[in-house]
C-alpha cells in the first residue's frame, strides 16, 4: 500500500468535519453565589461507561466497574474533597479515573484517620448517626457500624477472585468499638488509603445485602445518596433518593441537604449517533464521553451546550504477548513502534485532538509524569515514524519478510475498530500483517484475566494513579497485564516503590521505571485522544467534574440540581 493510510482512509470524513479555526474550550461555573439549589427532576445521564452494561453488582466479584454502577449507594471511608475542584476555586478538574491527590481527600463515612506506628496501623473513626434505608425482605432500617467495614473487606479479602498482592500489606482488620476500624499493617503501603479507602473495591454494604444475595439488583442497600430502584440490562439504571440520607452541601455559605434531583438514571447508549441525537433533544441532560468529530457538530448545531474538555483518563495500545515469539525479541516490539506514523495518527486521525504521548504516566499526575522532550533518546526514537528502521530491526531479529499475527479488539471501543485497520495498514507496509478479531466486553476482558488473550490485543486501559499505571500492567502475573510482562527486577522495584514514604523520592523511583518500561516496548505505544463532555445549562453546580474516586461519579451526581425553570424555557 502506498502513501498514508491514514489520509486516504478519512479523507472524506476529515473533510467533512473538520472545523478551519481552533475551538477554546473554557470550563464555566455552573453554580453562581445568588443561585439558590432547586430539589426535584430527573438527571439524564450517558455516563463515561455508556457503552457497557452493568458487569456485576456483587462487589466481591472484583471488577473495576463496580464503583460506577453501585457507587450511588454504596459509600467508602474516603471519597474526593469537591470543595477543591476548580469550580469551586481550587485547583482540581477530577477527571482523573482513579487519582485524588493526597490533599484532596476527604472523609465520607470515616470522621477522621490516624496513622500510627508499634505496631504500625491506621485508625479510623466512623461518622456517627449514618443510617442504611429500610430494605423490605432484606433488612430494617440501622446504623452504620465498624463491623459493616470490616465485613466488607473480610468479604473482599477472602473472594477467590481478589487481585493478587493487593492487600498483602494489611496484617488484620478490627473493629475496636462501635465506630472505629484499626487497620494493622505488616508493611507500609503508599496506596494505604486508596486500597481500601476510595479504591475501585472500598464499597461499604451490610451483611445483610451479602446473606440476601449481593449479585441481585433487587437486594442492594447503602448509606449512599441514592437507591437503586430499577435496572434494565443493557438501557438503565435508575437511582432514587435517599430520603434519609446524611451528607449536606454549603453553597453560599447555607447548608443544603443532599441529594437535589429525585433520580439519576444512567443511559446505556452505545451508539455514538443516538448519543448526539438525544442531547440534542433533550433527553440527556449530561453526555460525558464525546467525540472530537461529534464535539464539532454540536458545537455548532446546539450553541447553547456547556463543555469541558479532558485528556482521556485511558492510555491507550497494541500490547504484544513478550512470552510469544516474535514479540520475545525487543528488536520486533520496537520495530512495530517505528513503524506507525502516530504524529500523522495525531494530526489526520483525531484532527489534532489527542497528544502523542501521556502513558503510561498522565499530565495530571504532577511531579510523576515528565513530557516527551524529557525523555532518553531512545524512548524518543518510539514514538517517531521511521519504516526503514523498522524493517532494519526486523530484519536482525530473524524476520525479515515479516510475520503475521491476531489482533483482538472490543466491540465496545467505536474508535478503536476504527483505528485498528489504519495501524494494520502501516505495519503491511513492513511486511508485518494482522488478523482483527473483534469480540464482546465480556469475552474480551475474559481473554485478558485468563492469559489468555493472543499475541496482539489492542485496548484502553486506565491510568488508574501514578503507582497502579505501573503495578497493574508491568509486575509479573497482574491481571491488567496483556503482555504477559515479567521481569523479577523491575517487580522489586515496584516494591519498593510502595514501601517508600517519602513521596518525593518515591517520585523519582517512578519516573525510572517508567522509562524502563517505554524502553521495552511491550505495546505498540498509541496517542491518548481528548474527550469532551458535554451538558445543558440547566444543569447546575456541575463544571464536567467525572470522578470523586475510583470511576466513581455518586458524589458529583449528588450535588447537581436541575433549573427546572430554564429547562422549561428553552422548550423541553
Known sequence: MRGSPVKHTLKARLLATAMTAALAFGVSSAAQADEKPQYGGTLQVATVNRALNVLTWDPADWNWKINHDTGQFYEQLFSADLSKSKRNGGKYPYYADAWIPSDAVRGELAESWEMKENPLRIEVKLRKGIMFPEKPGVMASRELVADDVVFSYTRLDKSPKKI???FDHIEKVEATDKHTVVFTLKSFNAEWDYRFGWGYYSGIYPKEVADAGAGNWKNLNGTGPFMLTDHIQGNQNTYSKNPIYWDKEKIGGEEFKLPFVDKVVYRNIKDEATVTTALRTGKLDIAEPIRWSDMEELKKSVPQLK?????????????????????????????????????EIVKAYYNGHAELFSYPQHPDYDGYYEPLEAMPASVKELFTYNPDKAKKLLAEAGVPKGFSFKVQVCTCQPDHQDLLPLIGAYLEQVGVKIEIQPMEYGAFLSAMTSKTNAAGYMMNNGHTNPTTTIRKSFVTAQTWNPSQYADPAFDKKMDAAYQERDE??????????????????????????????????????YAGELRAGAVRPGPIYARIWIDQEMKKKMGF
Open 307 to 343: 463543555w469541558s474538555k479532558w485528556l482521556s483518563m485511558n492510555g491507550q495500545f497494541v500490547a504484544m504477548r513478550i512470552d510469544t515469539k516474535p514479540f520475545d525479541d525487543i528488536r520486533v516490539r520496537r520495530a512495530l513502534n517505528l513503524a506507525v506514523n502516530k504524529q
Open 164 to 166: 493478587a498482592t493487593y
Open 504 to 541: 518525593t523520592k518515591r517520585k523519582t523511583m517512578l519516573k525510572e521505571m517508567t522509562i524502563e518500561i517505554l524502553d521495552k516496548a511491550p505495546y505498540i505505544w498509541l496517542p491518548t485522544p481528548y474527550i469532551y463532555t458535554a451538558w445543558w445549562p440547566w444543569v447546575k453546580n
